[in-house]
T-cell receptor, first 113, second 115 residues
């Protein structure tokens, strides 16, 4: 049972435009959410996170939005750059098991020139 | 900081053989995780340790899989006997005692192919 779902396996966006990556979760106990970025032949690297007490967190070109009622979060990248081309994983954890992350299947983002 | 170090980077073995994957976490980190990445299931948590003690191994697929952490700077994931369906990329990650939500730091993975 996939508790964290990324329903879009891939996304292509033009350089300079906004990239929006989506993630849904089913476990209402999740209260902390993270996005990781992965380049080929490398491990995932932490990008940005958000606690359930917030609905938005921003870090430079990256913004994560959380809609708790819909159990949905999204990652916005503005403006998109070719170096953003990677696989993006959404992850979630619950209080008491904060270190135990449940990941989605990933979305491959390609930023074209 | 050298980051999380995994070895080997690639492993090709025949069905039935024993496979051992190795991991050296970041110095000072007290939690260590083994994940497996497949196309169908993404990143699955297999097992994690806190202060060298296994906390949750519910993700270990079956008895053929075992993991150890004999000290704070080394962990192994062993598959015996290996099967073709074990082919995947295996990641080790560690996190530090900086709070409940310390991000995971991943190694570059071991790509396992079982023929």
């Amino acid at each position: 049972d996939q508790q964290v779902k990324q329903n879009s396996p891939s996304l292509s966006v033009q350089e300079g435009r906004i990239s929006i990556l989506n993630c849904d979760y089913t476990n209402s106990m999740f209260d902390y959410f993270l996005w990781y970025k992965k380049y080929p032949a490398e491990g995932p690297t932490f990008l940005i996170s958000i606690s359930s007490i917030k609905d938005k967190n921003e870090d430079g070109r990256f913004t994560v939005f959380l809609n708790k009622s819909a159990k949905h979060l999204s990652l916005h990248i503005v403006p998109s750059q070719p170096g953003d081309s990677a696989v993006y994983f959404c992850a979630a954890s619950a209080t008491g098991t904060a270190s135990k992350l449940t990941f989605g299947t990933g979305t491959r983002l390609q930023v074209t020139l | 900081d050298a980051g999380v170090i995994q070895s080997p980077r690639h492993e090709v073995t025949e069905m039935g053989q024993e496979v051992t994957l190795r991991c050296k976490p970041i110095s000072g980190h007290n939690s260590l995780f083994w994940y497996r990445q497949t196309m169908m299931r993404g990143l699955e948590l297999l097992i994690y340790f806190n202060n060298n003690v296994p906390i949750d191994d519910s993700g270990m697929p079956e008895d053929r899989f075992s993991a150890k952490m004999p000290n704070a700077s080394f962990s192994t994931l062993k598959i015996q006997p290996s099967e073709p369906r074990d082919s995947a990329v295996y990641f080790c990650a560690s996190s530090g005692p900086t709070g409940a939500y310390s991000p995971l730091h991943f190694g570059n993975g071991t790509r396992l192919t079982v023929t």
